[in-house]
């Protein structure tokens, strides 16, 4: 039942594509995953694309926003990509604001958002 | 006599078993992809603040038809310590578990009704409804 989330590097860049629902262990073996990952590799940047995701909580949105600044810490820079309308309403009802984070509509649009903020 | 089903919540995996009841039952009432992400992430925090606060508890979703008028409940329910002050807990950015879960008002802003009983020492039951409109 605890699936590991796959991370992939292309050049600089970790992507990482969630694929189904987070549960809370899943969640925090992705945070440990991800930061080995950034050490491993010397990656400067990681896309999180959340497209096929439909609900997002307050410990998930914590995770999230915690391993965003844990990879800052590491001197990597991160993107959230493909938040649905129907998490990003829910998330601000909920009073949950991640702020300071970069986000993109989409994959394409995140690699690119993160190559200018790379090369900046 | 409403249909009701629910997941008695001890574990961590019992958060994940109560959040897919409640978007079935969500999808079954005819609710939309937003409304069903409400209710989810509603389910989701209150389970949560069971297993949290009360260690065990349960979840328990009825469907609603009130002349004509359908909509979803959640009742989470636990035989825990109570909350000590509702008033207070019902304020933003009021938390004693240093910032897991975003409390019960974000739950109350997704929701449409939504009502506390709780009693030092007995336990805690909030029955929160989301309305079909």
């Not at chain 1, 694309?49 to 999230?64: M, N, R």
């Not at chain 2, 038809?65 to 019902?90: H, Y």
Request: without cysteine.
């Amino acid at each position: 039942m605890n699936m590991r989330i796959p991370i992939l590097k292309l050049n600089d860049i970790l992507i990482v594509s969630l694929q189904w629902e987070l549960d809370d262990q899943t969640a925090i073996q992705f945070q440990e995953d991800l930061l080995k990952k950034l050490h491993d590799t010397s990656a400067k940047g990681v896309v999180i694309d959340l497209t096929p995701i439909d609900f997002i909580d307050s410990f998930i949105a914590k995770v999230l926003g915690d391993v965003i600044s844990m990879s800052g810490l590491m001197g990597a820079k991160v993107v959230i990509t493909g938040i649905q309308p129907a998490v990003a309403i829910t998330l601000i009802e909920l009073g949950i604001r991640l702020e300071n984070v970069m986000t993109a509509l989409d994959l394409e649009n995140g690699m690119d958002k993160l190559q200018q903020e790379l090369e900046a | 006599m409403a249909y009701r089903s629910s997941v008695d919540i001890h574990t961590e995996w019992d958060i994940v078993a109560a959040r897919q009841l409640g978007r079935n039952e969500a999808k079954k009432v005819g609710f939309g992809t937003v409304d069903q992400a409400r209710i989810t992430t509603a389910i989701s925090e209150l389970a949560r603040n069971i297993y949290l606060y009360a260690g065990a508890g349960k979840i328990e979703i009825e469907r609603l038809n009130e002349g004509g008028l359908f909509g979803i409940a959640i009742i989470a329910s636990d035989e825990g310590p109570g909350i000590p002050d509702v008033r207070k807990v019902m304020e933003d950015g009021y938390s004693t578990s240093g910032g897991l879960g975003a409390g019960m008002p974000g739950v109350k802003r997704l929701m449409d009704d939504f009502r506390v009983d709780t009693e030092r020492g007995k336990g805690t039951k909030i029955t929160a409804i989301k309305w079909l409109r």
